[in-house]
């Protein structure tokens, strides 16, 4: 049984950082890509971002380019979400998930992921 615990989320002010970090027990990590999605009070659960089994390939939603960058450390077990220049409209609970199936590339539909952890919320006050 696959099991993925986040953290770091809290109360930010806009145009600040934060990092959210997941581990994941219960697989062999390194084989499978791990991904970020994020649910808005009142929304549907959206894409954030994505990154492959090794770490090179990575992708995200149009709008957190260039301020979010997602990582991972095989060693630790761990997935991150490095959050900078924070927006008020990014306040969400934050969700981590693992994919189904190993190797291959980063990808954002929701589909390909089959485990996911309990979320970790976020707000950016304006």
């Known amino acids: 049984q696959v099991q993925l615990e986040e953290s770091g989320g809290g109360l930010v002010q806009a145009g600040g950082s934060m990092r959210l970090s997941c581990r994941a027990s219960?697989?062999?990590?390194?084989?499978?890509?791990m991904g970020w999605f994020r649910q808005a009070p009142g929304l549907g659960r959206n894409f954030v971002a994505a990154?492959?089994?090794?770490?090179?390939?990575?992708y995200y939603a149009d709008s957190v380019k260039g301020r979010f960058t997602i990582s991972r450390d095989n060693a630790k077990t761990t997935v991150y979400l490095q959050m900078n220049s924070l927006k008020p409209e990014d306040t969400a609970i934050y969700y981590c998930?693992?994919?189904?199936?190993?190797?291959?590339?980063?990808?954002?539909?929701?589909?390909?992921?089959?485990?996911w952890g309990q979320g970790t919320q976020v707000t950016v006050s304006s």
């Open positions: 219960g697989r062999t990590f390194s084989y499978y890509g």
């Open positions: 990154v492959d089994f090794s770490g090179h390939d990575t």
């Open positions: 998930a693992v994919k189904t199936n190993p190797f291959g590339l980063a990808q954002a539909d929701e589909s390909k992921y089959n485990y």
